[in-house]
């Protein structure tokens, strides 16, 4: 079982709708969470981080977080074609010293 | 403020050679991550720097990979010799001091793409 899980995808969202993407991790001391978007031949962007409970939300973008259940998401609403990339989770323990990712889920907005 | 320097972009090397990468990361952040990434997936770490001190070095295949950041600001990794597996994205992430933020953002340079013949 891998430690953090996505779904591959492609997750396919028209223009204008929300893009909901899921993570789960096994780790149940991990402390910090990341959403880092990557478009197809280039470098992971840090788009969301959260530390804690809840949701934060920053512009298009909310993240949500389950340590309970161990699981974060990221909302994207009124997606646009350039939000089209693969979307990483990342989880890591205190300090954020280990990054652990997922292996992406892919997302298509379709004007 | 620069972000976080590699080269070079890309690399195509024939098996048995070695190859080496350069990272500068971010002024001021004294944490430096080499990841590989392969097609299709996340990255994987393979050392962390605290300073010039690599403290998580475990996933770094050590017969055929070294890394060092001499003077705790740059770093090199190299690869010698190279075999086909090692095909991949080599990214360099660098992580400053989360002082009274509370933040553990890790931003990532470029990455070098190496392709072995």
């Known amino acids: 079982q891998k430690e953090v899980e996505q779904n591959s995808g492609p997750l396919s969202v028209p223009e204008g709708a929300i893009a909901s993407l899921n993570c789960t991790y096994s780790d149940r001391g991990s402390q910090s969470f990341f959403w880092y978007r990557q478009y197809s031949g280039k470098s992971p962007e840090l788009i969301m981080s959260i530390y804690s409970n809840g949701d934060k939300e920053d512009g298009r973008f909310t993240a949500q977080l389950n340590k309970a259940s161990q699981y974060v998401s990221l909302l994207i609403r009124d997606s646009q074609p350039s939000d089209s990339a693969t979307y990483l989770c990342a989880v890591s323990g205190a300090a954020g010293n280990k990054l652990t990712f997922g292996g992406g889920t892919r997302v298509l907005v379709k004007p | ?117």
């Open chain 2, 1 to 117: 403020e620069a972000g976080v320097v590699q080269s070079p972009r890309y690399k195509i090397i024939e098996k048995k050679q070695p190859v080496a990468f350069w990272c500068n990361p971010i002024s001021g952040h004294n944490t430096l991550y080499w990841y590989r990434q392969n097609l299709g997936q996340g990255p994987e770490l393979l050392i962390r720097y605290e300073n010039e001190e690599a403290v998580d070095d475990s996933q770094l295949p050590k017969d055929r990979f070294s890394a060092e950041r001499l003077k705790g600001v740059d770093s090199t990794l190299k690869i010698q010799p190279a075999e086909l597996g090692d095909s991949a994205v080599y990214l360099c992430a660098s992580k400053g001091d989360s002082g009274t933020s509370g933040t553990y953002e890790q931003f990532f340079g470029p990455g070098t793409r190496l392709t072995v013949l």
